[in-house]
């Protein structure tokens, strides 16, 4: 309803509107004061073409907002297409650690991945990148990964003190558009990896908030004992 008053304001601003008005104000006034010598008939002619002028002011009308309309669809389609464009370009000497329990050495808690990688986002939105899958041909598909550091690993022989610089360990990491996330992924599953693999082979998916992703593969090479 509150549109209402600006529809009408548009309506009776085009030029057929306005003559449509004139002329019935002109038919009303021939049929309340009938000029002399002139037919009866012909006080209908200002009233049909003020009708005609009626529907041309509408359809003038009509076809203005239709118009808009499809300027508006084609906007929003625009800004549908634009989206993240995810790229994953892979760094050097990426590595993996099997931890053991402290206490029981043979009890084997998990595997640390660290991905030295680039995120690079191609398109024209920013994109937040929010799990990570991790697909490893030796062993199976692990989804829904997050970030998770550790600053130390103990290993079957040795405690590895490991560095916090340059990790991407944000819970919601940012990769804005034509732009690119450099550092390195810290992945942790708790799972057992093969005993006498010296290296797997891993595919890594990266997924964001809109459920835009990219994947790359990488071989990872077990680091120490």
Known sequence: MSDLPKFLRELF?????????VLTVVSIATFVYPLNGVSERYHWIPLTVAMVSWALASLVLYRRKEQQIEALNAELQNFKSRRPQLIILPGTDSK????????????????????PLTIENKGDVNSVISEFELF???????????????????????????????????????????????GILPLYIRDTPPETAQELHCKLTVTDTDGNRATQEFVVARAGR
């Open 13 to 21: 601003s085009s030029f057929w509107s306005s003559t449509c008005v």
């Open 96 to 115: 993996y650690y099997i931890e053991v329990d402290r206490n029981e050495r043979s009890k084997v808690l998990g595997a640390y991945f660290l991905f």
């Open 136 to 182: 490893i041909k030796e062993m199976k598909s692990y989804p829904h990964l997050h970030a998770e550091v550790r600053t130390n690993i103990q290993s079957y022989k040795t405690n590895f003190g490991l560095g916090l610089t340059g990790l991407l360990d944000q819970k919601s990491m940012v990769v804005q558009a034509h732009n690119v996330k450099c």
